[in-house]
């Protein structure tokens, strides 16, 4: 069982910044690639950032030189943090991890940016 929390989201003006955090928690599991996916309204979700299971970082296009993936590995935590934000990042943002059982994913954090 895994447990996947997101914190950090909120309202954000054009060209600020954010940092997003997923806590994972559980036990039993190893993952095999963890990041961050959105989903705006009307619109499916998309990857927007992740570590994939074979040690490489991948973004989405939109995102590129923009956000930034990290994680903590002693924490079971991964980040996400965001510069540049457009209104066209408004989406709810939520952690993905996956194992070589499940596909986990967090309750998903608000980002709006808007002016």
């Known amino acids: 069982q895994v447990q996947l929390v997101e914190s950090g989201g909120g309202l954000v003006q054009p060209v600020g910044s954010l940092r997003l955090s997923c806590a994972a928690s559980g036990s039993g599991f190893s993952f095999l690639a963890m990041g961050w996916y959105r989903q705006a309204p009307g619109k499916q979700r998309e990857l927007v950032a992740t570590?994939?299971?074979?040690?490489?970082?991948r973004y989405a296009d939109a995102v590129q030189r923009r956000f930034t993936i990290s994680r903590d590995n002693a924490k079971n935590t991964v980040y996400l943090q965001m510069n540049s934000l457009k209104p066209e990042d408004t989406a709810v943002y939520y952690c993905?991890?996956?194992?070589?059982?499940?596909?986990?994913w967090g309750q998903g954090t608000q980002v709006t940016v808007s002016s």
């Open positions: 570590f994939t299971g074979v040690g490489t970082v």
């Open positions: 993905n991890a996956n194992t070589s059982s499940s596909i986990n």
